[in-house]
C-alpha cells in the first residue's frame, strides 16, 4: 500500500504520520479493496508528504500486490 499525502489547505504539519494511516486501512478494507488490514495482509506500506501546497489537502493510495 502506497500512500501520498499532499498538503494544501487545511494540513496541520503537528499531526502524527501514524494516525493517518489507520483511517485510510479502514476505509480500505471497508470497501472491499482490501480483505483485512493486518499483517497477513498488508506486508508493506509506504508513506511520502508532498510538502508543494494543492488547493487541497488530499491523499493518494495505490494498492498492488507483492510477488
Do not use: F, M, Y
Not at 498538503?7 to 501514524?18: E, L, V
Not at 479502514?26 to 497477513?40: A, F, K, M, Y
Not at 506486508?43 to 510477488?67: F, H, N, W, Y
Amino acid at each position: 500500500v502506497d500512500v501520498v499525502i499532499r498538503t494544501g489547505h487545511g494540513w496541520k504539519t503537528s499531526r502524527d504520520i501514524d494516525n493517518i494511516l489507520k483511517p485510510i486501512l479502514d476505509w480500505l478494507v471497508r470497501w472491499d479493496i482490501l480483505s483485512g488490514d493486518d499483517c497477513g495482509v498488508v506486508r508493506q506500506i509506504t508513506v511520502s508528504i508532498d510538502s508543494k501546497p494543492q488547493p487541497v489537502a488530499c491523499v493518494e493510495v495505490s494498492v498492488s500486490l507483492l510477488g
